[in-house]
């Protein structure tokens, strides 16, 4: 006779099963791709940075993770924590070698270009770094004899053309005056989960005695754990209270009147935490870098 199959209550007990196994593991990787994506400025109610989750004080900043304005700061889970940087991590810039550490790092979406050498160099003291973008240059004096390893990594993704065409993908209210950019998979419409890009290699963070992210500088992004700065960064354009956990790079020396611009035309709309995708679209056509005497 034929007829439509009839599941048993024992095979319907198993597919609940997995159903609800499913939905786990699908919570899981939303929060762990939330977490990333707030990493660069781990943001949120309190003001967390990251591309992660560190509190601050900014105390309206409201929720997330990443770049940061929130109300309730909320920091990576173990297992966020796990997937953002391996537990053995990077370990600081080492002046006896002149060497740096950076270890491969294959969570988020990776656009793995390889690695940067190992063996680096402090001198020029200072080098300017040139994000051409559609909205003309933004400049930064990167200060690579206190941030050499940030430096080269950041000169090792421009000579591979890492961020060509990529788009800022987070803007900060007032509050938290900062746009996030970096992600070389990031659409930056509004609707998708960006900032969890990389570049498959993670290191320490460096030159954060004394750190301050004042209007003017570019610092990177990173989640709540050490040693898990990557390729996004952020450009700020106003006073942010910070606790020093990212690295301070470099300092806009042209260009801030594009941050003032994509600031004052807002967001696509809020991910909750007070900061967006930009609707001034910002994409980066180029970047360079050069040594300066």
């Not at 006779?1 to 939905?23: F, I, N, P, S």
């Not at 890492?162 to 993908?169: A, F, I, L, N, Q």
Request: contains cysteine; proline residues 5%; aromatic residues 4%.
């Amino acid at each position: 006779m034929g007829g439509k199959a009839v599941a048993t209550g024992k095979d319907r007990q198993k597919q609940l099963a997995r159903e609800h196994y499913e939905r786990q593991m699908q919570r899981r990787i939303e929060r762990e791709q939330k977490a990333k994506r707030t990493a660069i400025i781990g943001s949120t109610v309190g003001v967390v940075i990251v591309v992660g989750g560190i509190v601050t004080a900014v105390a309206m900043l409201g929720g997330n993770d990443a770049g940061t304005e929130a109300a309730s700061a909320p920091t990576a889970s173990a297992a966020d924590t796990a997937t953002a940087a391996p537990s053995a991590g990077p370990k600081p810039y080492d002046a006896a070698t002149g060497t740096c550490d950076y270890v491969k790092d294959a969570s988020g979406q990776v656009k793995d270009v390889g690695m940067p050498p190992a063996k680096v160099k402090t001198t020029p003291a200072k080098k300017k770094m040139t994000l051409e973008t559609n909205l003309g240059d933004i400049v930064v004096e990167l200060d690579n004899a206190k941030a050499p390893c940030t430096t080269n990594s950041l000169e090792f993704l421009a000579k591979k053309n890492y961020y060509d065409g990529s788009k800022c993908h987070r803007l900060g209210s007032a509050q938290f005056p900062m746009l996030q950019c970096g992600d070389p998979t990031a659409k930056a419409d509004g609707k998708s989960q960006d900032g969890s890009g990389g570049p498959g290699y993670v290191m320490a963070e460096e030159n954060l005695e004394g750190a301050t992210y004042k209007r003017g500088v570019m610092a990177m992004a990173k989640t709540s754990a050490p040693g898990s700065t990557g390729s996004q960064f952020f450009l700020v354009f106003g006073d942010i209270q910070l606790t020093p956990d990212y690295t301070p790079v470099g300092t806009i020396t042209k260009g801030l009147d594009i941050l003032d611009k994509v600031s004052k035309a807002g967001v696509i709309a809020d991910m909750g935490d007070g900061t967006g995708a930009p609707k001034e679209s910002v994409q980066i056509k180029d970047v360079t870098i050069a040594g300066k005497s």
